[in-house]
């Protein structure tokens, strides 16, 4: 996949506005691009220490290619938009000072953190979050760890059959010779990432579906995974049926669990008097902007998970928006 960021060749007049954007992933460079384009000051802050997001830090090389990425941030940077790393909102950056010096704040961090199984033994060795370790597994890759992330080697179970879930069971093959098994509660025909598994296949990993995870068994690690059957469903929406008396255990040497990525927005917002919605997203309306005047959000932060292309149509509908609030309130 080719990213590009950049809308114009040449940034329109200046307007004199400037506009802050909390986090510097698909969403919010995109934003970022189109309100430089516009004529709009803008400054992006992130946390990690090089811009993109997701796509350098949670996407494989061979998914996305990191040189591309870079060149395609570069011609944003060369726009004037000005980029700020290692800047986290809540430890060495506050969301209402930027309200104060900025004309509008736009709010992209994403979803950076993974769900949990919630089943006994899930803390135990070798049971992995699938965003932490393919974060752990880029950050070396990139250079910006010294610490290798633990080897996927053996048997692995990978639960969930999304993007990320697909990444982790490529990667666990190509870097470690590892048998990984893809273990999902629903048939693999309605997966999300069902285009994938046809590759997957050819690369000898295997496939359990319609199965729900009880228990991860062992001593200090896992040892085996307790599953139990569930009636096939028609859609990814369809609520699972437990098929009593239906459990069974598999063997495993490790677990990586990718079963979906909560939203994380700034923290304090709530105090500033911006709402969140009940699972966990940033409340918008129809103009992008939160219950906080002046303070907008766009991306996976506001809508859920969804993907790249999303993410970066998000932050430039937001974006504008954005200028249209400013011409309207100058």
Same mark, same amino acid.
């Given at each position: 996949?080719?990213?590009?960021f ?57 998914r ?80 910006? $760890?010294?610490t290798?992330?633990p ?9 969930g ?24 509660r629903?048939?693999?025909? $309605? ?11 050819e ?18 690690k ?90 970066m ?18």
């Amino acid at each position: 996949m080719i990213i590009r960021f950049a809308t114009c060749a040449q940034p329109a007049p200046e307007t004199g506005r400037k506009v802050a954007i909390v986090g510097s992933g698909p969403a919010g460079i995109a934003a970022a691009s189109q309100l430089r384009c516009l004529g709009h000051k803008v400054s992006v802050f992130d946390r990690l220490p090089e811009p993109g997001g997701m796509l350098l830090f949670a996407i494989p090389e061979f998914r996305i290619p990191k040189a591309n990425v870079r060149e395609s941030i570069k011609a944003v940077a060369q726009m004037g938009v000005d980029f700020y790393n290692e800047t986290e909102a809540g430890r060495n950056l506050k969301i209402n000072e930027l309200l104060e010096d900025y004309h509008a704040v736009l709010i992209s961090t994403g979803t950076w953190k993974g769900k949990k199984l919630n089943v006994p033994g899930e803390d135990k060795g070798n049971v992995y979050n699938a965003l932490d370790w393919i974060f752990h597994f880029m950050s070396y890759k990139l250079g910006y $760890v010294k610490t290798e992330p633990p080897e996927l080697r053996g048997r692995v179970g990978v639960v969930g059959a999304g993007l990320t879930a697909i990444d982790v069971a490529e990667l666990a093959v190509h870097e470690y010779g590892a048998i990984p098994v893809l273990i999902y509660r629903r048939p693999m025909s $309605v997966a999300p990432a069902k285009h994938m598994l046809k590759h997957l296949e050819e690369l000898g990993v295997g496939f359990l579906e319609n199965v729900v995870p009880v228990e991860v068994l062992g001593g200090n690690k896992i040892e085996s995974l307790r599953l139990v059957r569930v009636k096939p469903t028609t859609s990814r929406t369809a609520k699972t049926e437990i098929i009593p008396g239906s459990e069974f255990e598999i063997e495993l040497d490790s677990l990586v669990v990718a079963v979906g990525l909560d939203p994380t927005p700034p923290p304090g917002l709530r105090e500033m008097g911006a709402e969140v919605n009940p699972n966990g997203s940033i409340k918008i309306d129809e103009n992008y902007m939160t219950t906080v005047t002046g303070l907008f959000a766009a991306g996976d932060v506001a809508h859920g998970p969804s993907n790249i292309g999303l993410a970066m149509r998000s932050g430039r509908l937001a974006a504008q928006k954005i200028s249209e609030w400013l011409g309207k309130n100058k």
